[in-house]
């Protein structure tokens, strides 16, 4: 007798490639969706906030209204937002090739291997940039005091006249000297460790060919930490044209010389917490940043560009 058996059960159609890589797509997504959470929140929701204040604008009659882009108009003409800005575009000038020139060459020394004592060297020297701005800026700030720093008991025990560095004179290079003594180490970092990582084969064949010390850093160290020195630079530009630390902290020991609009940021947080101007606070500051981020941008452009 013959007994019948049951169909087979078919086997489950597998799912189409589309259908997996759709599933594939939110996966990744899912792994991205914390990050871009805390990026919209942290980030692009200020920024957009920023923008939103400055299309309006505070009057005496009427409160708050929309007035476009006068905010922005009455920025490119505001003389204490220029001198601000040049102001900082003259530290920039100054400051920044001095400060990554010495960081180079301690990170040049560092490499040779001909430095003594060079762990202790390279502690010292990143060392400054662990000390909190605020702390960094209030030290110097007493050291550069002529009643009762040490400018001052240099004068008391040597019966000379120093220069005050707090005058309207040379309070910007100052400033520029506690930046430097902060920012030198970090940058110097950055450069060291691009250097270490440059293969030692280049280093054998500049020896079989006979080049001397300065040939290899021209010719193999610098072309080699390039990118270290782009990002270094970018890094100090917009450093300077963020500086507010150090002459809010200077500004009550140097007020004749220290200016509320002393730089952009500055006036941006004077206007908003002083004057009570948050629309036109919050325009310079999308202006400063335009301007910042066009620079950076140049800086990058030129830095990157093969054979430059």
Do not use: C
Not at 155 to 172: E, K, Q, R
Not at 191 to 211: K, W
Not at 237 to 255: C, H, K, M, T, W
Not at 277 to 302: C, D, E, F, K, P
Request: net charge positive; proline share 6%; charged share 10%.
């Amino acid at each position: 007798m013959t007994t019948l058996q049951p169909p087979a059960a078919a086997a489950p159609r597998p799912a189409p490639p589309r259908a997996r890589r759709d599933r594939r797509s939110w996966t990744g997504w899912g792994f991205l969706g914390p990050f871009v959470a805390v990026f919209a929140l942290v980030f692009l929701a200020p920024i957009a906030y920023s923008v939103y204040l400055s299309l309006f604008r505070d009057r005496l009659i009427g409160g708050t209204t929309f007035v476009g882009l006068d905010n922005y108009t009455q920025a490119l003409r505001d003389e204490r937002f220029w001198d601000s800005l040049g102001r900082v575009s003259l530290f920039l000038a100054v400051q920044v090739p001095i400060m990554l020139g010495v960081a180079l060459l301690v990170a040049l020394a560092l490499d040779s291997g001909r430095l003594y004592g060079r762990d202790f060297f390279r502690i010292s020297i990143f060392l400054p940039y662990a000390v909190p701005a605020v702390v960094a800026t209030l030290m110097w700030g007493f050291m550069y005091g002529t009643r009762f720093g040490l400018v001052g008991d240099i004068n008391s025990a040597f019966g000379v006249s120093l220069p005050d560095p707090l005058s309207t004179d040379l309070v910007l290079a100052s400033i520029g000297n506690i930046v430097t003594w902060e920012f030198v180490g970090y940058n110097m970092l950055i450069f060291y460790s691009a250097l270490r990582v440059i293969p030692h084969s280049l280093y054998e064949a500049a020896q079989i060919d006979g080049a001397g010390q300065i040939r290899v850093i021209t010719a193999i160290k610098l072309p080699a930490i390039r990118g270290a020195l782009v990002i270094a630079t970018i890094f100090s530009i917009i450093g300077s044209f963020q500086l507010f630390n150090e002459p809010s902290i200077l500004q009550p020991l140097a007020p004749n010389a220290i200016t509320t609009d002393y730089t952009p940021n500055f006036y941006t947080y004077s206007l908003s917490f002083n004057g009570q101007q948050h629309n036109y606070s919050a325009t310079v500051a999308i202006v400063m940043g335009l301007i910042t981020m066009v620079i950076a941008y140049v800086v990058q452009l030129r830095g990157m560009r093969k054979g430059v």
